[in-house]
């Protein structure tokens, strides 16, 4: 069936230290990857995208891989912040179903 | 601050009883999709209103129902509510489809609790 999974629950950084939280996704059709970053009682937010025909992609302190021979997602943040103490979910649209399929999640805790 | 408000942001409700969630959409955007987050979990996808027409649905059952309007909100109706119906429910709202053009952007939520 279709799934979306994170490889770890939680991922605990110390400020100042680079990131990487990974992601695997197992409908092959999917050609729309996306990052959302969901903070304590709020709605996920949007973080980066990235489309099937692209392996990297750079925002501002974060880079989104992909890659689609093993089906593996990955985000990078770059000098770790407290304020991105969050859960951060991966999703992916199954293949322009209309939809987006989101993992479990990552908690991630920057330590000071 | 993403545009898509939602209300009522938490309410308390028992099994059997039925609940309306709403949202306004961001201004120009015509599709909204209605996700269930239950704690610990990521949002599952209900169903999606494009242009008033339902375009697409979860696995959910016929008692989750919803409404989109001229304006592009949207209603999410739940009726004979579980307790397993204790919830997140995300509205999100995106120009056309969502994966295609354009990332969905989410309101606050309604947090629901079943007793």
């Known amino acids: 069936g279709e799934s979306v999974g994170l490889h770890l629950p939680t991922l605990s950084v110390q400020e100042g230290d680079n990131s990487i939280i990974n992601c695997a996704y197992s409908?092959?059709?999917?050609?729309?990857f996306i990052w959302y970053k969901q903070e304590s009682g709020k709605g996920p937010q949007f973080i980066i995208d990235?489309?099937?025909?692209?392996d990297k992609r750079q925002g501002q302190r974060v880079t989104v891989l992909l890659n689609k021979t093993v089906k593996h997602l990955s985000l990078q943040i770059a000098a770790t912040q407290p304020g991105d103490s969050a859960v951060y979910f991966c999703a992916e649209n199954g293949g322009n179903t209309g939809k987006l399929i989101f993992g479990q999640g990552t908690t991630l805790q920057v330590k000071p | 601050e993403t545009g898509v408000t939602q209300s009522p942001t938490h309410l308390i409700k028992t099994r059997g009883q039925q609940v309306t969630l709403r949202c306004s959409s961001q201004s120009g955007h015509n599709t909204v999709s209605w996700y269930q987050q239950a704690l610990g979990q990521g949002p599952q996808f209900i169903f999606q209103y494009y242009r008033e027409e339902e375009n697409g649905r979860g696995n959910f059952p016929p008692r989750f129902s919803g409404l989109q309007f001229p304006n592009y909100s949207s209603e999410l109706n739940v009726n004979a509510l579980e307790l397993d119906d204790s919830a997140l429910y995300l509205c999100?709202?995106?120009?056309?489809?969502?994966?295609?053009?354009?990332?969905?952007?989410f309101g606050e939520g309604s947090r629901l609790t079943v007793l």
């Open positions: 990235i489309r099937s025909n692209m």
């Open positions: 999100a709202s995106s120009l056309d489809l969502a994966g295609v053009g354009g990332e969905l952007f």
């Open positions: 409908n092959s059709a999917s050609d729309y």
